[in-house]
């Protein structure tokens, strides 16, 4: 009888703990999870590697060999494509968690201001707020 699994012993709450960022065999790791994706993805891009270069050596052909190359500079590219990412990710993060906090904290003040003049109160700030 099937547990209702998605694939052997995964259940549906371990997959949609794993997409939300807990790792099995980690738990949460909360700031890193980001960057244990980014690893991982890196790390099965390596092993892909690997594999051409090894099926390459294998077949003598010139045609996988070049491929395999090009596979290599493709990987370095990577490489540096994520890293620029996990900056700028985290960089984006960091800027709409302080607005969003800035925007709670000078809610009430644009509540107040909107009793005082209706044209700049509550209604300027929800739009902000939702732009955000």
Do not use: D, Y
């Given at each position: 009888m099937s547990n209702g699994?998605?694939?052997g012993t995964l259940s549906a709450g371990t997959v949609f703990n794993f997409i939300n960022g807990s790792i099995p065999f980690i738990g949460n790791s909360g700031a890193f999870t980001l960057l244990i994706y980014f690893i991982l993805y890196l790390g099965l891009f390596a092993a892909a590697l690997i594999l051409a270069f090894i099926s390459s050596a294998v077949s003598l052909s010139v045609t996988s060999?070049?491929?395999?190359?090009?596979?290599v500079v493709f990987w370095i590219?990577?490489?540096l494509i994520?890293?620029?990412n996990i900056f700028k990710v985290t960089y984006i993060l960091f800027?709409?968690?302080?607005t969003v906090y800035g925007l709670v904290i000078i809610g009430p003040l644009q509540i107040t201001?909107?009793?005082?003049?209706?044209q700049a109160g509550l209604v300027l700030g929800q739009k902000?707020?939702?732009v955000n």
């Open positions: 699994g998605i694939v060999i070049i491929f395999s190359m090009l596979l590219v990577l490489i994520l890293i620029v800027k709409n968690l302080a201001l909107g009793a005082l003049f209706p902000h707020f939702s």
